[in-house]
């Protein structure tokens, strides 16, 4: 099999991560932050020893490492908890569902408004745009570090230093971004970075992470225990557990925990090194095909590639790569506004991306079933 | 800031810093530990709390300005320190 719906999910996980889940539920998984016995201190330590991971990698302390079901709960929280009523949001145009829709959500019951800003264009262009499209009450800025569609990457660290000129809340979707390229909240003026354990930090599914640049507190959307301040009624007025209502998972966590070690041995950069050589060799091919239409930026992004093929739908090119045992997503991955921009709007696009795990030999397989595809299209039935 | 001594082990004074939540305590046995200086988290008794559930690190009472001093400026902030 080969394996390119890395950006949906990364597969397949070192093996430490398995093996520290396994290990986790069998030996140490007692309720973590809840007592003080040895269990529930192992899980204690395991947590915080994650927190300080990655409150190392993106630039923040470790009680600023905030964790939640996966990215679109972190957004989620980070937008309803700090999104001020009546006021104006601005998101860019390419944005996922999961921005999309918690805004929209709020926009519908009149809580808020919102526009978003146009993406075309270098740096200093997209941030002209939002320079224009912010209003008197723009309170919040909520965008993509990189799309999921096409791989278009924002100015984050120019974005991060106008909103803190202007005091707006910076929150940054980093589904596609963690893991591939640095992110630091502090340097890059972020206030709340949502990213998931299971993309390119190659942790499990099910476990998303806000990093808070800064000790602000928001209002709380889950309220529950916390193993703290048990006589209040409200949530923790500090940072992790005001958001962090009810039990940990601390098997996933663990997991992440070994994943997070496993990447700092191999550093990310040489790791987008080796995912940009696929990328290059993978356009490459794609190319010199004239069946085959390729939307790729200039320069590489990130780690998604979307094509489609002349009079085939991307479901059906999809399911064929399937039968011949090559893993990809079709249709709109969640984001029509980028699929818009992108021309694909109807029909959406094939999209496949990279991980540490493939090779150039899967490559070559791959252009050669697509080939394959191609000329059975062709023949008469 | 409040110390509290626990009590008498080996003929030392025990302390207890009372901390905001696990996640601190953690952070605070942390730099104790890389300062050289053994605690240990406990789960503070009811009478020793104001607000239900919270933890804190029970350390030797003769490292009492050694922990005030680290977590201070690690900016650890302690409801208590306790000592009996």
Redesign the interface.
Known sequence: MIYFDNPATTFPKPQCVSDEISSCIKKYCGN??R??HILS?KS??KI?ET??LLGDMFGAP??NVVFTYNTTYALNIAIKSFFKPREHILISDIEHNSVIRPIASLARQNLCSYSSFCTDGDDEKILDNIKMSITDNTSMLCCTFVSNVGSRRLPIKKIGDFCKERGIFFIVDGAQGAGVFDINVKEMNIDALCIPAHKALYGPQGLGMIIFGAEKLGRSIFEGG???????TEM?D?L??RYEAGTLSTPLISGLCEALKWLKTININSIRAHEEQLYITACDLLSTNEKIILYKMNEYAGNTLMFNIQGMSSATVSSLLDKRGICTRSGFHCAPSAHKKLNTGNGGAVRIGFSVFNTQKEIFSFTEALNEIIKDKKKPI | MHIMKLGIKGGDFMCVASLRSMTFAMKAKRILQEKGINAEIIKLEPHMTHNGCAYGIKFDCINLYSVQDALTKKHVNYTEILNL
């Open positions: 973590p932050g007592s003080s201190i204690a330590e915080y927190r300080c470790p009680e916390t193993g703290v301040n048990s006589f209040e923790p500090f992790p557990e």
